[in-house]
Nanobody
Framework: QVQLVESGGGLVQAGGSLRLSCAAS????????MGWFRQAPGKEREFVAS????????YYADSVKGRFTISRDNAKNTVYLQMNSLKPEDTAVYYC??????????????????WGQGTQVTVSS
């Protein structure tokens, strides 16, 4: 099991930027793909982005493509989500996720082995 701790959430105006970080410990981080999901009030948790174990492959939800960038630093056991051109509909709790015994990108909650506790992102109009 890998332990995940997110940081970097907050309140930002529409059009602004935030960078989320997720620090991993425990099981070998470098052997796992990583991702971000989000959950807005009253909605199901949805996929945002994922990255393969060495960072060569990335995958994004259509709703964030071109605005968000996922990256990782295996030397620091950290994955990032750079969010630009934020919109009010991006408001949600953002969760870091580690792939379940996989090194490849993923996009469903069934492929997640570990979750972080979440960090709130609020975008005001």
């Amino acid at each position: 099991q890998v332990q995940l701790v997110e940081s970097g959430g907050g309140l930002v105006q529409a059009g602004g930027s935030l960078r989320l970080s997720c620090a991993a410990s425990g099981r070998t981080f470098t052997n796992l793909s990583m991702g971000w999901f989000r959950q807005a009030p009253g909605k199901e948790r949805e996929f945002v982005a994922s990255i393969s174990w060495r960072g060569f492959s990335t995958y994004y939800a259509d709703s964030v493509k071109g605005r968000f960038t996922i990256s990782r630093d295996n030397a620091k056991n950290t994955v990032y989500l750079q969010m630009n051109s934020l919109k009010p509909e991006d408001t949600a709790v953002y969760y870091c996720a580690a792939g379940k015994d996989t090194k490849m990108v993923f996009s469903t909650t069934q492929r997640v082995g570990s979750w972080g506790q979440g960090t709130q992102v609020t975008v005001s109009s």
